[in-house]
């Protein structure tokens, strides 16, 4: 889990990097669902291992009150970031020093439709801190509160109904996304919606959950489920890269056709469906509980990385928005947009920078301060005072 979740912030990172050809290499090119699955899906994997065990052991109310401690956290975390991102481009953009020293003329806080939050604050601001601002960019946090806010309801719907009653509920709630019954505002004066909705989100969320609670058991490994997710896979490529779907007129026709069911707002069928097949073929690849990864060579070196990163998933997501940002003005400024070895520099800088906070965070929170230094124990020890052996 913590490998694919890793990889996933890796992922994410290409996609906010601005004008970035990495991302034409990206998994959402070759299929309908992308990094975004698999970070969903893996935090309600996580959430179930975290939370879960509150709710058996301590109860619902406690299970509740858990959940929302954490709320508030990621709350607080998505309006810090906006803050620190919007107000970092604004200073870089106002002060002129960008066109004066690289003459670079291009409107960074344009490109983020962040001049709305300046220009119209008796809106933003109090939209901001409801959540009915949300500006693109931003969006994931505040579908990962509301999903958050669902768990309460799943558990009490499992304890009195049963996995059932669960199952009942996701598909009822992401009925009510893709039909369109319950939507979230994303702009007080507009009709833009949140880009990710919650309702529609929650069903990947919660399989993820229900497979680390028991409530799915595992799928059997056979040939003909192998076959047949690796064929789903590979029948999506033509309806997913642009290299064909825009060059062959019948196949840009059905992907038309068919765009509510791989549609991203409501979170389309499709997704699900592509997801779950490309979880099942790498669960097969990384073997039983992971076997084919935990080496003792170079490659387990780098998964033990890419696993650090996916442990501090919530700290790394919130520094990559940030990083992206900052590392597209800076290759700007080399005048390296577009080209190759800059473009590598970019990206590569960012993974960098990502492990720097995966590995720091972690530091931090094994609360280096409260441990004892090496031989302070044996400096404060006792003397023994008992019988001495007679001469």
Same mark, same amino acid.
């Given at each position: 889990? $913590?490998?694919?979740?890793? %990889? ?60 929302? =401690? ?19 481009? *604004? ?18 806080? #344009? ?26 960019? =931003? ?13 309460? *309801? ?14 009942? %509920? ?93 549609? &991203?707002? $409501? ?21 039983? &509980? ?14 033990? *990385?890419?696993? &650090? ?62 441990? &004892? ?6 400096? #404060? ?11």
């Amino acid at each position: 889990m $913590d490998f694919f979740r890793g %990889l996933g912030m890796f992922i994410i990172y290409i996609a906010h990097l601005p004008n970035n050809t990495w991302t034409l290499w990206i998994p959402a090119r070759f299929g309908f669902s992308d990094a975004t699955e698999i970070f969903v899906f893996c935090s309600g994997m996580a959430s179930a291992i975290a939370f879960g065990a509150v709710f058996e052991m301590r109860g619902w109310m406690m299970g509740t009150a858990r959940i929302l =401690f954490r709320m508030w956290q990621v709350y607080w975390a998505h309006i810090l970031q906006f803050l620190v991102i919007a107000a970092g481009l *604004v200073a870089i953009q106002s002060s002129g020093y960008l066109e004066e020293c690289c003459g670079l003329t291009e409107n960074y806080v #344009t490109k983020l439709n962040l001049w709305h939050f300046f220009n119209k604050t008796p809106d933003t601001l109090p939209g901001l801190l409801t959540l009915t601002y949300v500006p693109n960019y =931003f969006d994931i946090l505040p579908m990962y509160i509301v999903i958050l806010a669902l768990i309460p *309801v799943m558990m009490a719907a499992y304890r009195f109904a049963g996995r059932g009653a669960v199952f009942a %509920l996701m598909a009822l709630f992401w009925l009510a996304a893709t039909f369109d019954v319950v939507h979230f505002p994303a702009e007080p004066w507009s009709d833009r919606e949140w880009f990710f909705n919650p309702l529609g989100w929650q069903l990947v969320f919660f399989t993820g959950f229900a497979f680390m609670r028991g409530w799915i058991p595992a799928p059997p490994v056979n040939r003909g489920l192998m076959i047949a997710a690796a064929a789903l896979v590979l029948v999506t490529i033509p309806f997913a890269w642009y290299r064909i779907h825009t060059q062959v007129p019948e196949i840009s026709a059905i992907r038309n056709m068919v765009r509510p069911l791989w549609a &991203k707002t $409501d979170f389309g069928l499709l997704r699900y469906v592509h997801f779950l097949a490309l979880a099942y073929l790498a669960w097969i690849a990384v073997g039983a &509980k992971g076997r084919y990864l935990v080496m003792d060579n170079a490659w387990g070196s780098v998964v033990r *990385v890419i696993q &650090k990163v996916g442990q501090q998933s919530l700290a790394v997501f919130l520094a990559s928005l940030v990083i992206a940002q900052a590392v597209a003005i800076l290759r700007d400024m080399a005048w390296g947009r577009g080209d190759p070895l800059f473009t590598f520099l970019a990206n590569a800088g960012g993974f960098a920078a990502l492990i720097a906070v995966a590995y720091a965070v972690s530091w931090f929170k094994g609360q280096p301060w409260k441990r &004892k230094p090496a031989g302070e124990a044996s400096k #404060t020890e006792t003397p023994y005072l008992g019988k001495q052996p007679a001469e």
